[in-house]
T-cell receptor, first 111, second 112 residues
């Protein structure tokens, strides 16, 4: 089954404790992206990647890091999480001009 | 600045009536346009897209959207709403640099 998987689905952590949210797709898509969803703001793009070893900043990259060492994986790293990073996070993938497939989401709470 | 606007936080419609969810954008170049739907506690699902060609695009579940270049709009429509269409709808734009911009979302309520 074609899918985008994210782990963990739920995470509660404390300020400053480094964390990684994993994202993996099995569709051989070139394009992968991370978004955060906040009430009233819709989805905002954090980082995206056009292919292996190619990443670019989206609209809200501050406080986040990504890497794309393999085509199927695109982990999101929060080196020092803060409460304002409490949000619902989505990973997505697509072929270049096609629609994105979204993962199920990761709900992160930073206290 | 690039942006996507969904001017209505909520749209209420009776089952069987036509529905429209509005979207306008301010993105340079010839962007790709998308509509997604989100059901509670779920990820986003693709409905339809416009890249080029016919201004009226047909998508999943009977939805369609009309692209209007002069008004930079991409409104989502359906001739006859179903209660099961009740969900959160997002308009999205992909610019020439492959960055995505999403609207703030419109909650569609279809009442029996």
């Amino acid at each position: 089954e074609a899918q985008v998987t994210q782990n963990p689905r739920y995470l509660i952590t404390v300020t400053g404790k480094k964390l990684t949210v994993t994202c993996s797709q099995n569709m051989n898509h070139e394009y992968m992206s991370w978004y955060r969803q906040d009430p009233g703001l819709g989805l905002r793009q954090i980082y995206y990647s056009m292919n292996v070893e190619v990443t670019d900043k989206g609209d809200v990259p501050e406080g986040y890091k990504v890497s794309r060492k393999e085509k199927r994986n695109f982990p999101l790293i929060l080196e020092s999480p803060s409460p304002n990073q409490t949000s619902l996070y989505f990973c997505a993938s697509s072929s270049y001009s096609e629609e994105q497939y979204f993962g199920p989401g990761t709900r992160l709470t930073v206290t | 600045a690039q942006s996507v606007a969904q001017p209505e936080d909520q749209v209420n419609v009776a089952e069987g009536n036509p529905l429209t969810v509005k979207c306008t954008y301010s993105v340079s170049g010839n962007p790709y346009l998308f509509w997604y739907v989100q059901y509670p506690n779920r990820g986003l699902q693709f409905l339809l897209k416009y890249i080029t060609g016919d201004n009226l695009v047909k998508g999943s579940y009977g939805f369609e959207a009309e692209f209007n270049k002069s008004q930079t709009s991409f409104h989502l429509k359906k001739p006859s709403a179903l209660v099961s269409d009740s969900a959160l709808y997002f308009c999205a734009v992909r610019d020439i640099f492959n960055k995505f911009y999403f609207g703030s979302g419109t909650k569609l309520n279809v009442k029996p």
